[in-house]
């Protein structure tokens, strides 16, 4: 044994290889060198990598955390990292690609344009990613305190609703000194964290059915009082904000967690009934709720208005065809004039779908089933309710949320802006997914302390494992 | 089409078929561990490797294998039998309960040891981690691929 070896045996750290994920690592630099060619290659009329320092930072911090991975030795998911390494690096491509000066900002006095500043972003996602995967070792401070979460959540929201800018016709972003972020982006997490705890207490209760309301069976009222008044004030907060694709991501991720805690078929008929209502009301009350809908069943009515962006977004699948026109081949931008608004954020699966074709945006759908597939074995393995429910949360925050988006660029429903996770341009959106993929890593480790014994009442308990054993009789052993 | 429009062309392709390639490799290995978990019923559920015994009994080396509850101690009646001299007649208990391995001492002399550290109650173990047992060390694997 060396001497390095044996200080960290002495501080308890046992390193442990991770193949699997060393070797699909390996692919995604192979992968990601080889797009940065073809980017370079094309733009430069000669073959060759062209100016690659942000593609060799990226690998390079990509091997920096994977070693850390190994010297800590944790028996973490081997997959996920790889994948979201994988969507990470397809977007600082992507923004390479992008017409550079779509953003400028200076950061410790160097003015940065896209792809830097996106790098910029990418990294501190993965310090975070790193540092959660690696040091949240106890899921305590997030069981104990969800009323704590919830409520800094709306208070979060809160300030952005007294305090915000308004960006594209929706107020979201808040500015704090120099920084300035979405809290929006950050509260979907809370939002898991907080349900997840609630569910996990009070499954038992809610699986059971006591109240009915017509033919409807419902849980006894007072339990579903504290969760529906924490979902709606988010969701009313977001609605006045104008963000509706935060309140959809919200709607659904709520209506999943609900099902996934009960089993009960008959909530999700519910929500979904209470959807189309809602959705009824939204369409009548707010006119920027009708033109997504008009805009989504008609794009032509407007073509150089409301319906501009989504018009061009077609065409741009039309040049891509199946194999794409290849990267830097595409049309983002008309001279200077971006041909597809917002190209970098909400659009960038359209700006993929172009360059890399039918092929590559399918490709790209496999990688977020693949974090679903991941994200959904670490709850189906996890030790208890609570991490079982915040897998499942987390895991859907960022499927569900890429669903929206690229169902929205692709006309499949209604566009509403949000960030496709991983992949599109901004700090806010990059730095709390790579919370998520961390604390899913987390909870994929089978070395972190074991969940603390359940501080619930005896009654609810012992109903709490006999519904996880049979859920049927739990209705027999309430009434 | 001269060798440039060929290669970029190839450069192009090549990206999208990484990629796919990355999502097959990973489409594999679940496919294994799938298959894996499906027909691991009745088959032994890990073994325990000898790393080292100071009295050579049982030899380093030896593959033990294991079932879902494992006695362990000197006496001839355990399902594991070690017999070294700092091994106590029932020394410890090893059982796979649902999803995870879990060690727990039955009252030794000498104590049982998991990566260095005393075992006192039931402690949860992964493939891997490494017991001490009287005077052998032993490591936690998966069992052997068949």
Known sequence: ?479 | MDVFTLSLWLLRIGFVVLIYVFLFMVARALWHDLRAGVSGAGRPLGRLVVIAAQEGRPAAGTSLQLDAINSIGRDVNNSIVIDDTFVSADHAMLTFRGRAWYIEDRGSTNGTYLNGQRVDGLLPLGYGDELQIGQVRLRLERPRPE
């Open chain 1, 1 to 479: 044994m060396t001497s390095a070896a044996r200080v960290l045996y002495s501080a308890g750290i046992r390193p442990r290889f991770r193949w699997r994920e060393f070797g699909l690592l390996a692919v995604v630099a192979l992968a990601l060198v080889t797009g940065w060619a073809s980017l370079s290659s094309f733009r430069a009329g000669e073959l060759g990598l062209g100016d690659a320092g942000l593609l060799a930072t990226y690998l390079a911090f990509l091997f920096a955390i994977h070693v850390a991975f190994v010297i800590t030795g944790r028996r973490m998911d081997q997959v996920l990292f790889p994948t979201a390494a994988m969507l990470a690096g397809i977007s600082l491509l992507l923004m390479q690609r992008l017409p550079p000066d779509l953003v400028q900002q200076s950061i410790a006095g160097r003015d940065l344009t896209l792809a830097p500043l996106q790098l910029v972003w990418i990294t501190l996602g993965l310090v975070i990613l790193a540092a959660s995967a690696i040091f949240v070792r106890s899921d305590g401070w997030l069981r104990r305190y969800k009323y704590s979460w919830a409520a800094a959540g709306i208070g979060l929201l809160l300030l952005v609703f007294l305090f915000g800018e308004v960006t594209g016709g929706a107020r979201l972003t808040l500015t704090l000194g120099p920084l300035s972020g979405q809290p929006s982006e950050l509260l979907k997490v809370i939002l898991v964290v907080f349900l997840a705890g609630y569910l996990a207490e009070n499954r038992a209760v809610l699986a059971a059915n006591s109240t009915k309301v017509g033919p409807i069976k419902l849980p006894p009222i007072p339990y579903l009082l504290p969760m529906l008044a924490m979902w709606g004030i988010a969701l009313a907060i977001v609605i006045v904000q104008r963000d509706l694709g935060a309140a959809l991501l919200y709607f659904l991720v709520f209506l999943a967690l609900l099902y996934v805690a009960t089993r009960r078929a008959s909530y999700v008929v519910f929500g979904l009934l209470m959807f189309v209502v809602g959705g009824a009301v939204l369409y009548g009350l707010f006119p920027h709720v009708q033109d997504r809908v008009n805009i989504w069943i008609d794009p032509f009515s407007d073509p150089q208005g409301a319906g501009y962006q989504i018009i061009r977004a077609m065409y741009a699948y039309g040049r891509g065809g199946i194999l794409g026109t290849g990267l830097g081949a595409g049309l983002p931008q008309v001279g200077t004039v971006p041909s597809i608004p917002a190209i970098h954020t909400d659009f960038v699966f359209t700006a993929l779908a172009e360059e890399m074709g039918m092929l590559g945006a399918l490709a790209l759908l496999g990688l977020y089933a693949l974090i679903a597939q991941r994200g959904f074995r670490i709850a189906a393995t996890a030790a208890d309710d609570f991490r079982a429910l915040l897998a499942t949360g987390l895991t859907l925050v960022i499927v569900i949320q890429a669903a929206i988006i690229c169902g929205g660029n692709l006309r499949v429903v209604p566009l509403t802006g949000i960030t496709l996770p991983l992949i599109s341009y901004g700090g806010s959106s990059m730095l709390v997914n790579g919370a998520v993929i961390g604390l899913l890593l987390a909870l994929s480790d089978r070395g972190v302390e074991a969940p603390p014994p359940g501080a619930r009442p005896n009654v609810v308990r012992r109903l709490g494992r006999r519904a996880r054993g049979l859920s049927g009789r739990v209705e027999e052993a309430i009434s």
